[in-house]
């Protein structure tokens, strides 16, 4: 009878270790991807935070990534069919998440704009109350719609010649 208690408690221990580092695999993608979402307000903290799980989320989801496999490994003899289940289930979400951390998905949130083009104010159909950025350099001057900037950030123009990178 002790060493079946043994044996519970070490499958106890090992589940933890699997849930632990499935977790860790799993925040590194998911709290940065959440924190930096379009059409949001990015306070500086979260972001510092985000930023930082970011650099480091390559790393860590490998190594969160492989001990998860390891312990599944270990566990897999143990359990039964709807554990099993659990486990791969787990470790779909953990590769989802190690791809992930490696994709650069921000740019597929703020894709930027491929080629601007412009209007001349007089033909423009914008809403007068439409709130705008505006450059002006020398006699060239461009207007951009802040509901266009708000989702894709950044944009790259030339006025007067001028290469500028506008954003917001």
């Not at 930082?52 to 190594?63: E, V």
């Not at 069919?81 to 190690?98: E, G, K, N, Q």
């Not at 597929?108 to 914008?126: D, E, N, R, T």
């Amino acid at each position: 009878m002790p060493k079946l208690h043994t044996q519970r408690k070490a499958s106890r221990w090992i589940w933890t270790a699997f849930s632990l580092c499935a977790l860790i695999t799993i925040g590194l993608f998911f709290i940065p991807a959440f924190i930096i979402r379009p059409f949001r307000h990015q306070a500086p903290r979260p972001l510092l935070v985000a930023m930082a799980l970011r650099q480091q989320a390559p790393l860590g989801t490998l190594i969160a990534g492989l001990a998860c496999l390891v312990l599944a490994f270990v566990l897999w003899r143990t359990v039964g069919r709807w554990r099993r289940s659990l486990l791969v289930l787990m470790l779909l979400i953990v590769t989802f998440s190690a791809v992930m951390a490696r994709q650069n998905y921000f740019e597929w949130m703020f894709h930027p704009i491929a080629g601007a083009q412009f209007v001349a104010q007089s033909s423009s159909k914008l809403d007068p109350k439409e709130m705008i950025l505006a450059v002006r350099l020398g006699d060239d001057g461009r207007a951009y719609p802040i509901s266009q900037m708000a989702y894709h950030h950044v944009l790259n123009d030339v006025v007067a010649g001028m290469p500028i990178a506008v954003t917001y």
